[in-house]
Nanobody
Framework: QVQLVESGGGLVQPGGSLRLSCAAS????????MGWYRQAPGKQRELVAT???????NYADSVKGRFTISRDNAKSTVYLQMNSLKPEDTSRYYC?????????RGQGTQVTVSS
């Protein structure tokens, strides 16, 4: 089992920044990828960003150039730096980890972009 705990969400004005953190614990050996989903009420889940074991990253087109995913292996933590936030980025953000054939997800953290 892998446990994931997100933090760093909140209310921010358009154009502002937030950094989300996701701390992994438990059976973290063998995790091949970690990343972030987001899902707003009534909307489809969107894969926002992924970082794989080798360090390669992928982003949704909607966040390219504004969001950056990174990781600290020593802390078993993945970060999502979100800049130039827009109202349409408002959503609940979930961290995920892929290990072998299973995917784990955290409880999520709310990000609200509003003036």
């Amino acid at each position: 089992q892998v446990q994931l705990v997100e933090s760093g969400g909140g209310l921010v004005q358009p154009g502002g920044s937030l950094r989300l953190s996701c701390a992994a614990s438990g059976s973290i050996f063998g995790i091949s990828a970690m990343g972030w989903y987001r899902q707003a009420p009534g909307k489809q889940r969107e894969l926002v960003a992924t970082i794989i074991t080798g360090g390669n990253t992928n982003y949704a087109d909607s966040v390219k150039g504004r969001f950056t995913i990174s990781r600290d292996n020593a802390k078993s933590t993945v970060y999502l730096q979100m800049n130039s936030l827009k109202p349409e980025d408002t959503s609940r953000y979930y961290c995920y980890a892929r290990r072998q054939s299973l995917e784990y997800r955290g409880q999520g953290t709310q990000v609200t972009v509003s003036s």
